[in-house]
Protein backbone atom coordinates (compact mmCIF):
# COMPACT_ATOMS: atom_id res chain seq x y z
CA UNK A 1 0.00 0.00 0.00
CA UNK A 2 2.80 2.49 -0.48
CA UNK A 3 1.32 4.40 -3.08
CA UNK A 4 -2.24 4.54 -0.53
CA UNK A 5 -2.54 6.98 2.45
CA UNK A 6 -5.24 6.38 4.86
CA UNK A 7 -6.98 9.77 5.88
CA UNK A 8 -8.82 8.72 9.37
CA UNK A 9 -11.23 11.19 10.35
CA UNK A 10 -13.74 11.53 13.08
CA UNK A 11 -17.52 10.84 12.78
CA UNK A 12 -19.79 13.75 14.50
CA UNK A 13 -20.14 13.14 18.03
CA UNK A 14 -17.12 10.81 18.31
CA UNK A 15 -19.21 8.33 16.89
CA UNK A 16 -16.14 6.30 15.53
CA UNK A 17 -13.74 7.26 12.74
CA UNK A 18 -14.37 7.02 8.83
CA UNK A 19 -11.32 6.17 6.50
CA UNK A 20 -10.89 8.23 3.71
CA UNK A 21 -7.59 7.04 0.91
CA UNK A 22 -5.57 8.96 -0.64
CA UNK A 23 -4.16 7.86 -3.59
CA UNK A 24 -0.98 9.50 -5.62
CA UNK A 25 -1.85 9.82 -9.37
CA UNK A 26 0.60 11.05 -12.09
CA UNK A 27 0.38 14.99 -11.56
CA UNK A 28 -0.84 14.94 -8.50
CA UNK A 29 -4.01 13.17 -6.33
CA UNK A 30 -7.49 10.78 -5.86
CA UNK A 31 -9.25 10.88 -2.53
CA UNK A 32 -11.79 8.21 -2.78
CA UNK A 33 -14.33 9.40 0.11
CA UNK A 34 -14.54 12.39 1.87
CA UNK A 35 -15.29 11.70 5.31
CA UNK A 36 -18.40 13.93 7.17
CA UNK A 37 -19.03 17.82 7.52
CA UNK A 38 -17.72 16.97 11.41
CA UNK A 39 -14.20 16.34 10.30
CA UNK A 40 -13.60 18.77 7.72
CA UNK A 41 -11.01 20.58 9.77
CA UNK A 42 -9.17 17.29 10.63
CA UNK A 43 -9.44 16.06 6.24
CA UNK A 44 -8.31 19.39 5.75
CA UNK A 45 -4.74 18.92 8.00
CA UNK A 46 -4.40 15.50 6.50
CA UNK A 47 -4.55 16.32 3.02
CA UNK A 48 -2.02 19.34 3.39
CA UNK A 49 0.20 16.71 5.41
CA UNK A 50 0.22 14.35 2.28
CA UNK A 51 1.01 17.61 -0.24
CA UNK A 52 -1.99 17.57 -1.35
CA UNK A 53 -3.40 21.41 -2.36
CA UNK A 54 -5.85 23.07 -4.91
CA UNK A 55 -4.59 22.18 -8.28
CA UNK A 56 -3.32 18.69 -7.56
CA UNK A 57 -6.67 17.27 -6.37
CA UNK A 58 -7.39 15.56 -9.86
CA UNK A 59 -10.48 13.84 -9.23
CA UNK A 60 -12.59 12.67 -5.61
CA UNK A 61 -14.38 9.95 -5.98
CA UNK A 62 -17.40 8.74 -3.63
CA UNK A 63 -17.75 4.65 -2.74
CA UNK A 64 -21.35 5.82 -2.05
CA UNK A 65 -24.14 8.47 -1.04
CA UNK A 66 -23.92 8.23 2.82
CA UNK A 67 -23.20 11.37 5.00
CA UNK A 68 -19.93 10.45 6.37
CA UNK A 69 -18.46 9.32 3.00
CA UNK A 70 -19.63 12.35 0.69
CA UNK A 71 -19.96 15.35 3.37
CA UNK A 72 -17.23 16.95 2.37
CA UNK A 73 -17.69 16.67 -1.18
CA UNK A 74 -19.11 19.81 -2.17
CA UNK A 75 -16.39 21.49 -0.36
CA UNK A 76 -13.64 19.83 -1.68
CA UNK A 77 -14.56 20.40 -5.82
CA UNK A 78 -14.91 24.54 -4.47
CA UNK A 79 -11.59 24.54 -2.90
CA UNK A 80 -9.46 22.34 -4.49
CA UNK A 81 -11.12 22.06 -8.21
CA UNK A 82 -11.89 18.63 -7.83
CA UNK A 83 -14.13 16.44 -9.99
CA UNK A 84 -16.86 14.50 -8.00
CA UNK A 85 -17.15 10.95 -9.29
CA UNK A 86 -19.78 8.07 -7.95
CA UNK A 87 -22.16 5.73 -9.30
CA UNK A 88 -24.91 6.65 -10.63
CA UNK A 89 -27.38 4.45 -8.80
CA UNK A 90 -26.50 6.55 -5.70
CA UNK A 91 -26.10 9.96 -6.84
CA UNK A 92 -29.74 10.75 -6.02
CA UNK A 93 -28.48 11.00 -2.16
CA UNK A 94 -25.92 13.43 -2.96
CA UNK A 95 -28.28 15.59 -4.71
CA UNK A 96 -31.10 15.40 -2.76
CA UNK A 97 -29.34 15.02 1.04
CA UNK A 98 -31.22 12.12 1.56
CA UNK A 99 -29.72 8.90 2.53
CA UNK A 100 -32.79 6.57 2.06
CA UNK A 101 -33.61 8.27 -1.62
CA UNK A 102 -33.02 4.80 -3.21
CA UNK A 103 -32.92 1.98 -0.02
CA UNK A 104 -35.59 0.17 0.57
CA UNK A 105 -34.58 -0.62 4.42
CA UNK A 106 -34.50 2.24 7.37
CA UNK A 107 -37.55 2.81 9.44
CA UNK A 108 -39.61 6.51 9.60
CA UNK A 109 -37.92 6.99 12.57
CA UNK A 110 -34.48 6.50 11.73
CA UNK A 111 -35.15 8.64 8.36
CA UNK A 112 -36.25 11.27 10.34
CA UNK A 113 -33.48 11.41 12.86
CA UNK A 114 -30.32 10.84 10.60
CA UNK A 115 -30.81 14.44 9.02
CA UNK A 116 -31.20 15.70 12.26
CA UNK A 117 -28.11 14.51 13.40
CA UNK A 118 -25.77 14.26 10.56
CA UNK A 119 -27.27 17.33 8.61
CA UNK A 120 -26.73 17.78 4.63
CA UNK A 121 -27.41 21.83 3.72
CA UNK A 122 -28.24 22.64 0.31
CA UNK A 123 -24.04 23.77 0.67
CA UNK A 124 -23.29 20.31 0.88
CA UNK A 125 -25.50 19.00 -1.33
CA UNK A 126 -24.09 18.71 -5.52
CA UNK A 127 -24.35 16.47 -8.54
CA UNK A 128 -21.68 14.54 -9.74
CA UNK A 129 -19.69 15.94 -12.61
CA UNK A 130 -18.46 12.03 -13.69
CA UNK A 131 -20.48 8.42 -13.26
CA UNK A 132 -18.32 6.01 -12.74
CA UNK A 133 -19.47 1.94 -13.67
CA UNK A 134 -17.82 -1.26 -13.22
CA UNK A 135 -14.46 -1.85 -15.18
CA UNK A 136 -13.89 2.03 -15.78
CA UNK A 137 -10.49 2.54 -16.04
CA UNK A 138 -8.65 5.33 -13.89
CA UNK A 139 -5.56 5.66 -16.39
CA UNK A 140 -6.92 8.86 -17.45
CA UNK A 141 -6.37 11.12 -14.13
CA UNK A 142 -3.09 9.43 -13.86
CA UNK A 143 -3.74 6.35 -12.04
CA UNK A 144 -3.18 2.78 -12.34
CA UNK A 145 -6.41 1.30 -11.15
CA UNK A 146 -10.13 0.65 -12.16
CA UNK A 147 -13.95 0.71 -10.76
CA UNK A 148 -15.40 -2.30 -8.99
CA UNK A 149 -19.11 -2.47 -8.86
CA UNK A 150 -19.98 -3.55 -5.09
CA UNK A 151 -23.85 -3.27 -4.43
CA UNK A 152 -25.50 -4.33 -1.02
CA UNK A 153 -24.74 -1.86 1.56
CA UNK A 154 -26.62 0.86 -0.96
CA UNK A 155 -27.32 0.24 -4.67
CA UNK A 156 -24.77 2.22 -6.01
CA UNK A 157 -21.75 1.37 -4.00
CA UNK A 158 -18.66 0.66 -6.06
CA UNK A 159 -15.31 0.08 -4.87
CA UNK A 160 -11.55 1.23 -6.45
CA UNK A 161 -8.74 -1.66 -7.54
CA UNK A 162 -5.09 -0.59 -7.32
CA UNK A 163 -3.00 -2.42 -10.02
CA UNK A 164 -1.12 -3.46 -6.78
CA UNK A 165 -3.92 -5.40 -5.82
CA UNK A 166 -5.15 -3.08 -3.28
CA UNK A 167 -9.31 -2.87 -2.90
CA UNK A 168 -10.94 0.26 -1.63
CA UNK A 169 -14.27 -1.11 -0.65
CA UNK A 170 -16.37 1.53 1.56
CA UNK A 171 -18.94 -0.23 3.18
CA UNK A 172 -19.11 -4.02 1.95
CA UNK A 173 -16.61 -4.79 4.54
CA UNK A 174 -15.38 -3.00 7.58
CA UNK A 175 -12.89 -4.09 10.74
CA UNK A 176 -13.92 -3.47 13.52
CA UNK A 177 -11.89 -5.53 15.82
CA UNK A 178 -11.51 -8.12 12.49
CA UNK A 179 -12.77 -8.53 9.08
CA UNK A 180 -16.16 -9.15 8.40
CA UNK A 181 -19.03 -8.45 6.07
CA UNK A 182 -20.76 -5.06 6.90
CA UNK A 183 -24.43 -5.86 9.22
CA UNK A 184 -25.97 -2.80 8.07
CA UNK A 185 -26.76 -4.17 4.37
CA UNK A 186 -30.06 -2.77 2.02
CA UNK A 187 -30.04 -6.16 -0.44
CA UNK A 188 -28.24 -8.79 0.87
CA UNK A 189 -28.83 -10.63 -2.31
CA UNK A 190 -26.88 -7.88 -4.00
CA UNK A 191 -24.44 -8.21 -0.91
CA UNK A 192 -23.67 -12.06 -2.24
CA UNK A 193 -23.42 -11.35 -5.93
CA UNK A 194 -20.76 -8.43 -4.63
CA UNK A 195 -18.58 -10.46 -2.01
CA UNK A 196 -18.89 -13.52 -4.95
CA UNK A 197 -17.02 -10.69 -7.31
CA UNK A 198 -14.11 -10.12 -4.50
CA UNK A 199 -13.17 -14.12 -4.84
CA UNK A 200 -12.86 -13.27 -8.41
CA UNK A 201 -10.33 -10.19 -8.36
CA UNK A 202 -6.48 -10.70 -7.43
CA UNK A 203 -6.90 -9.11 -3.98
CA UNK A 204 -3.55 -8.20 -1.80
CA UNK A 205 -5.09 -5.41 0.78
CA UNK A 206 -8.75 -5.19 1.60
CA UNK A 207 -9.55 -1.28 2.56
CA UNK A 208 -12.44 -0.60 4.08
CA UNK A 209 -14.16 2.67 5.46
CA UNK A 210 -14.26 1.67 8.87
CA UNK A 211 -11.44 -0.10 10.60
CA UNK A 212 -7.91 -0.64 9.64
CA UNK A 213 -6.59 -2.26 5.79
CA UNK A 214 -6.45 -5.91 6.28
CA UNK A 215 -4.78 -8.56 3.96
CA UNK A 216 -7.42 -10.13 1.08
CA UNK A 217 -6.08 -13.68 1.40
CA UNK A 218 -6.82 -14.57 4.75
CA UNK A 219 -10.66 -13.17 4.34
CA UNK A 220 -11.26 -14.56 1.18
CA UNK A 221 -10.49 -18.17 2.45
CA UNK A 222 -12.89 -17.31 5.05
CA UNK A 223 -15.85 -16.41 3.07
CA UNK A 224 -15.31 -19.68 0.47
CA UNK A 225 -15.26 -21.78 3.61
CA UNK A 226 -18.31 -20.25 4.59
CA UNK A 227 -20.21 -20.30 1.01
CA UNK A 228 -22.23 -23.47 0.74
CA UNK A 229 -22.03 -26.08 -1.45
CA UNK A 230 -23.83 -26.01 -4.76
CA UNK A 231 -26.35 -28.70 -5.10
CA UNK A 232 -25.45 -31.75 -6.44
CA UNK A 233 -26.36 -33.26 -9.84
CA UNK A 234 -29.02 -36.14 -9.55
CA UNK A 235 -27.64 -39.44 -10.06
CA UNK A 236 -28.22 -41.63 -13.20
CA UNK A 237 -28.89 -45.06 -12.39
Same mark, same amino acid.
Given at each position: ?7 ? !? ?16 ? @? @? ?7 ? &? ?6 ? $? ?11 ? &????? +? ?22 ? @? ?21 ? /? &?????? /???? #?? +??? %? ?10 ? *? ?32 ? *? ?17 ? $? ?13 ? !?? #??? @? ?6 ? %? *???? $? ?13
Amino acid at each position: MSDVRILS !VPILFRWGRVNCYLLEAA @G @GFILVDTGG &RGGRSALD $CELAKAGCAPGNL &RLVIL +THGDFDHIGNAAYLRDKYGAGLAM @GRDDAGMAERGDMFWNRSSGSAL /L &RSIVPI /LFGF #PK +TSR %FTPSLYLEHGDL *LSEYGLEARVVSLPGHSRGSIGVLTAAGDLICGD *LLVNSGEPAVNSIMDDPAA $CRASLSRLLALDLVT !VC #PGH @GKPFPAVP %F *LAQL $CSAAPEPPSSPRRE
